[in-house]
């Protein structure tokens, strides 16, 4: 029995697919069924569906409204911090000294509870003037480049700062700061105060409330891309997701605020919400899993599926007794058609069996058969008929079958070039079809024959039976011949009409490509000047065919029709006449005017009967357009040469003046046509000049020069000078034919370069002059305050001595009047010294190393700035004279004086060499050096006079400086008398 299995399976398995998938019942059970299970469980999945959108937009609310208040919360949290800092900045002493603040911040309790890091109080400098608690590293700390510094000193407004790390204890810090205002209102210096966020602060007692379940709140700072706080403290201070790698998160940053669900980085359904906190730029999130979320809808949908997979149980097996019952009249009808199909009894009418809708079948089954009696006989007679049609049909029909001719009428016959069907009947079809066209007519055959598919109207080559090529036009439709599947084919010879048109295309082709070579088109219009056919249109518009043209008239195609030769043309071409190159304009689509010329001849019919004109046009806009622009260049170069201050020169080969046009000389008592026709060179004297032989030579080398200046002498021996510039000149073939260029009188620029050259030189001269005398009378001044004023400090100071002397024993009060007076006149003679120094110091008799060396001292004990000297040698000092050491000197104190003022130096460095008899100096600082603007300051003489008093030796200046980097000065001047250097 088990081996017997097998075998009874496929036919259980058929009988099966009969009753439930080819049967009546079959049918109507599956669509019974169908429709109410379809209803069933599209109530099923539509119910929980509408309970898990329900449930969702329910915990989106309050998901979100959560995330909404615990934004508010911190947001209160700030604005609070950001009102007590206010508060307390307005009660700032107005004194900002370092212990004053100490003081008052330390009184300030308020802010020391809410400010867990500390505050602090920043000058407008940027630097921290006090802090409290006080953080070694944090006082006079420059916090200028920061964020939450800049902001309020820009805006004036409170400002909470992203995230920064603190420099002095390197945690992860929240700054905010408050403008410290005076009593104008004026912002005087920022109170800021500091919470660090990896310690508790605020966030913890906020975060108080926690989400359900596994949900999750966190806060992030998209400017520094980091998670500020969450109640997952492994996620506290790690970074948030990077741009691109969380969508949601992205859209939250973007601002959206509100819930959506997706897949967290995990991979895990979430339920997100997002509100943001904008006074901090800050993103406050929630997060929930989306399988808590939703397991009480899961619960509820998997018990709906069970009971609904028990109806459809239940629903089944009624629907199925039910209709078996209804329907046993109607299978033993189908089985006594089945034997009949069968051959198992004729084909004869059922008895009937009741009246209802199975009796009707069976009622009008036998009416069926009754008919199908008499069409068979009406078949026959049609048959017949059709087949005499085939053969007598014009066009070739054959059937195809197993690639082979199964039939062929008497067209195929006489196709084909065949005497028989015997020649066809039973062959392969594609022995009758060109190679070249075998893969397309099988593909055709195949796709008729297999598929069931017609074949549309396609033209083919063929072969005779004597090898000659045949055209044809055949369709084929799928049919079936003595019961096998087959294409039955048309076709029609149309190899005359594919020579005819062979013929036609070749002769319109050799029109095309005339029409093509050609820079002209083609044009025809009726007897009524209507254009009917433009050909090979060539225009400057992209080369279109404008189709605009056809059925308009030529008069419709220009402009200006009105003009005297538009109505010469039209009385030429209404008395029928040719006409040639008739010039007209055209407005084309973008507005521009396009120019072109026609020629046309009128056209008669073979009864001499007027049809119209036809002719040739060219597009001539590009000649227009150039003769116009060639014009315009020749007037604007005419215009250019009258009112340029300059004149325009050609020579040819031979350097023989041809052109000179716009000559301008306000001097020269020669005009222009007296230069033409001479020697270029004949009008420049001066031929030996070294610049005259260069500018020579690049004429004989062809190149070309740029403002080469020349004098020439006149008559009434005043001199001219002229500046010219020219090019070669080369015809197409490459052949140098000249030069040409332009000329300019520069006479006047020459008199006043040289009128500016001796007036310099003239107030050089007495600024040297004004100087010497300044030093002599500053020496006289200084000697007579020495000689006179300080003999006469010198015998007072003596007689105060005495004073002092004889008071001390016997007058207390006396004496120490007489003391306070001795007092007062060391101060005098001090200063008096120090006046006697400031005008000529008497060192600088010694000589410029002592000068140099006591300046240096001085320098030092004024400023505190160290300076060191070096100096290669001293056997120079006895070869300047005293007017080259006082201008030294007085550099050397110039340069001194702008480092104490102006550098902020902490060192100072003065070398001086002596080198190819020449004494060189270099002041150099590494303060903050002079910004290039600062160079050029109306105010600013100190380097100008150094530069002066060293150009008045005959030296040289030269200064680098730049912003941050220090200045360095070097002077160099010539010692007049020879001396060696040392070794």
Known sequence: MLSNSPNHLPSFLARLKWYYLDSLKGRLIALSLGLSLTLMWALVFLSTSFQQQKFSEVLFDQQFTSVRHLAADIAGELQGRVGILTVSAARIPDKLSPRVLDDHLSQLVTLHQAFTSGIIVIGLDGRVMADYPSMPGRRGMDVGERDYFQNVVKTGKPAIATLVTARSSQRPTLVITVPVRDHAGKVRAILAGATDLSAPNFFSRVFERKMAGKGQFYITSPHNH????????????????????????????????GSTSARNTEGIATLFSASSIP???????????????????????????????????LAVFLTHWITRRMLIPLDEAGQAIQRMTQDAVPFAPLPLKGKGEVGGIINHFNVLVEDHHRSAAALAASEQRFRTLFERAPDAIYVCNRGCFAYANAATLDLFGAHSQDQLLGHPILDRVHPDLHGVVETSLQSVI????????????????DGSVVYARISAIPFHYENEPAALVFARDITQRIHAEKALRESEERFRRLVALSSEWYWEHDENFVVTTVAGWKAIKNGRIPEHSIGKT???????????????????????????????TRQLSDGSIAWHHVSGEPVHDENGEYKGYRGTGKDITERKLAEKALRESEERFRRLVALSSEWYWEHDENCVMTTIAGWKSKKSSADQK??????????????????????????????????????????????????ISGEPMFDEDGTYKGYRGTGKDITERKLAEAALRQSQARIRELAAHQEEIKEQERKRIARDIHDELGQTMLAIRLDAVTLTEKTAATHADLHGSALLMLDHIDTAMASVKAIINDLR????????????????????????????????????????????????????????????RHAKARQARIVIRTEHNQLDMTIADNGIGIAPDHLNKKSAFGLAGIKERINALGGKFTMDSAPGKGTTLRFSIPIPVPIKAPC
């Open 554 to 584: 030529s008069w419709e195609l220009g402009l200006g029709s009105d003009e005297p030769s538009w109505k010469k043309h039209r009385t030429s071409v209404e008395a029928r006449l040719p006409f040639t190159d008739f010039e007209y």
């Open 279 to 313: 006074m901090a730029n800050w993103l406050v999130t929630a997060t929930y899993p989306a399988e808590v979320a939703f397991q009480p809808v899961t619960a509820m949908r998997n018990y709906l599926i069970a009971m609904a997979v028990i109806m459809t149980l």
């Open 226 to 257: 980091l998670v500020l706080a969450s109640t997952d403290p492994a996620r506290v201070l790690t970074a948030a997701p990077a741009p691109g790698q969380h969508a949601v998160y992205d859209r939250f940053v973007a601002g959206f605020e």
């Open 841 to 900: 110091p008497f060192v600088l008799d010694l000589g410029l190393v002592a000068a140099v060396e006591w300046q240096i001292h001085e320098f030092e004990s004024r400023s505190g700035i160290a300076c060191d000297l070096e100096v290669d040698g001293e056997d120079f000092s006895r070869h300047l004279d005293a007017r080259s050491s006082t201008a030294l000197f007085r550099v050397l104190q110039e340069s001194l004086t702008n480092i104490t």
């Open 450 to 465: 297999e598929a069931k598919e017609s074949v549309a109207l396609m033209e083919v080559k063929l072969q005779r039976m």
């Open 674 to 723: 007296y230069q033409v026709g001479k020697i270029a060179w004949e009008r420049r004297p001066g031929s030996d000049d070294p610049s005259r032989q260069a500018q020579l030579a690049k004429v004989e080398a062809r190149c070309a020069f740029k403002d080469f200046e020349y004098a020439r002498t006149e008559p009434d021996g005043s001199v001219i000078w002229y500046s």
